[in-house]
């Protein structure tokens, strides 16, 4: 797959099917209104964030090169993570959890690189590079924190997810885009939002991967930090939300202690939290982290370990007590006083020892799926992997021999055996049989003509975990989601309000000086009377000129959209009195 972006040495190490996500920054396509909305967020936000905001944010900033006055571009930014460790990639908008989580064991941050529409400048459910680059990025410098979001993307992307869970992150995901999409009618975003709200009643059960979001949601994208009397602001959601980073720190949102009760909080993406969590401080992050993970099938195995696995039908492993690792999509488990006794997989699976395929143990050889019995032999005390070379030819495990093995919970395996396998410490943990026969009391799993039979060896299951346990055993390039974000063809219209702005910002960075201010203005409330953005950017260099007569033209101007969309007053004033604080203090 050709490269579409520009690597260096952190993203050279990122797997291949992590890349199929990563789409060019395409850094021309924005307009200039596009630059102004990311001009006026950064703006207030840092006004309003100086005080409110943890300390590592405004000096991330600084250090991660995020700039207030321009969209920040990825390969600019990148030159400047790396000095932390970091790198970002652009993404179309949601990537399934796993591989985000994914993107951040890497030290790879993942950056929707649309931004939201004007009309929704205050918050947007759909991901965008405000959210994700002036969130996400500058809180990043500080190494506490960073440890903590890579320790939680190498924890996170081994969650179990259920069934439904991808088929609600594709909900979400269509409704964040038809939310953002500037043609979408108001029918069909209700019954997006219906379908989402549909799903999130019926998940049953929480997965891994439910759970694990929540703590997400509750600390990387809505933390707090500090005392629950005076937190400080840390989330991106709320780093990157004008709406939300103000509200957040009323009295009408709730502050309760952070601990892992979180994890059973669930959250509405398309409305503010009604509640938030606060941290004492960032290592407490990962106390609570490390706290679930040890809830986890990955570091837990056993029965529910595989029944997770069976649950989501998706891609897993588990990892026998010899070190073997099977990776398949798992169908089935025989268990026999709470313990699993044979587990099952179908189609290609492939056999591991420490995330490195077993030669000729790959897709090809186990193409129709792999079952083996787990556990010890019936009647004696010492388990196959703790026999010694003399142990295991006294029981008739020897090559060339033939034998039947009969384990606790009545699986019995018969046949010839050919060879085995051994780990680096010596242990058994595999054998291979011909002219085998693999039953469970009256039901055969195993019959001689399906060829040769390999047993895995081991007496449990210590961990089972989602995805394979060597990423060079599957084919995981096969991501297509099902729906794009959308972007439609400009009017004449809305060229010309761009082109308006594009003025205004080519004579406030100095590139053409000849332009009549004046005019543009008269433009604008002729052709576009209800813009009110690009009228606050007038103000702001008439004010800086002393015009005052230009002053009042706009600020009459301004008060006449007010009167007619009473919805942006806060946002114009909002506006203003940045405008006058940032001159004034000059």
Not at 212 to 224: A, D
Not at 259 to 285: G, N, R, W
Not at 505 to 519: A, F, L, P, Q
């Amino acid at each position: 797959m050709p490269d579409t972006f520009e690597s260096n040495d952190i993203l050279n190490k990122l797997p291949k099917h992590l890349k199929q996500f990563i789409k060019p920054q395409n850094y021309e396509d924005y307009s200039a209104i596009d630059q102004a909305v990311w001009r006026y967020v950064m703006r207030k936000n840092v006004d309003f964030l100086t005080t409110v905001a943890h300390g590592s944010y405004l000096d991330g900033l600084k250090q991660t090169g995020i700039s207030i006055d321009q969209i920040p571009n990825m390969y600019g930014m990148n030159r400047i993570l790396k000095e932390i460790g970091w790198a970002a990639v652009a993404v179309d908008g949601f990537i399934p959890p796993n591989a985000f989580m994914e993107f951040q064991a890497y030290n790879v941050l993942v950056i929707a690189s649309d931004i939201r529409q004007l009309e929704h400048i205050e918050y947007t459910p759909a991901p965008d590079i405000i959210h994700e680059g002036a969130g996400h990025a500058p809180i990043i410098a500080n190494p506490e924190y960073a440890e903590y979001l890579r320790r939680f993307g190498e924890i996170g992307c081994k969650a179990i997810s259920s069934a439904k869970d991808y088929e609600l992150y594709e909900a979400v995901r269509h409704l964040s885009i038809i939310k953002e999409a500037p043609n979408s009618t108001e029918e069909d975003i209700i019954l997006a939002e219906q379908k989402v709200e549909e799903l999130q009643q019926n998940m049953g059960d929480p997965s891994e991967m439910a759970l694990i979001r929540n703590l997400h949601w509750w600390t990387v994208e809505y933390g707090l930090i500090g005392t629950i009397e005076n937190p400080k602001i840390y989330g991106a959601g709320l780093l990157s939300s004008i709406g939300e980073s103000a509200w957040c720190m009323t009295d009408a949102v709730k502050k309760l202690p952070y601990s892992i009760e979180a994890t059973y909080k669930d959250f509405d993406i398309t409305k503010p939290q009604p509640q938030l969590y606060v941290t004492p401080d960032f290592a407490h992050l990962s106390l609570v982290l490390e706290e679930f993970a040890n809830t986890m099938a990955l570091r837990n195995g056993g029965l529910s370990g595989i029944e997770k696995l069976i649950h989501s039908k998706a891609l897993g492993t588990i990892e026998l007590s010899t070190g073997l690792q099977v990776s398949g999509v798992f169908s089935s488990v025989i268990e026999h006083n709470g313990k699993p006794i044979y587990i099952q997989t179908h189609n290609e699976t492939a056999l591991a020892y420490r995330e490195k395929e077993l030669v000729g143990h790959g897709t090809k050889t186990h193409k129709k799926g792999f079952g083996s019995p787990i556990g010890k032999l019936k009647g004696i005390n010492l388990a196959i992997e703790d026999m010694s070379p003399r142990d295991l030819a006294a029981y008739n495990i020897y090559e060339e021999r033939t034998v039947t093995l009969e384990f606790e919970g009545g699986i019995k395996v018969s046949g010839e055996i050919i060879t085995g396998k051994r780990n680096l410490q010596g242990k058994i943990i595999l054998v291979s049989f011909k002219n085998c026969t693999v039953t469970h009391g009256d039901t055969v799993l195993f019959k001689p003509k399906w060829g040769i039979y390999d047993m895995a060896i081991g007496k449990e299951i210590v961990s089972a975990f989602s995805g394979p346990a060597d990423l060079n055993s599957f084919d995981l390039i096969t991501h297509v989601p099902s729906t794009q974000t959308v972007h439609v063809k400009k009017s004449e219209k809305r060229l010309e309000l761009e082109s308006l702005y594009q003025q205004v910002r080519d004579y406030r960075e100095g590139k053409n000086r000849t332009i009549s201010r004046t005019k543009v203005l008269e433009q604008l409330i002729e052709k576009h009377p209800t813009d009110w953005l690009l009228p606050v950017e007038l103000y702001e260099l008439a004010f800086k000129g002393h015009e005052q007569t230009l002053c009042n033209s706009i600020l009459e101007h301004l008060e006449t959209i007010k009167q007619h969309k009473p919805e942006v007053g806060k946002l114009i004033d909002d506006g203003l009195e940045i405008i006058n604080k940032t001159i004034v203090t000059q």
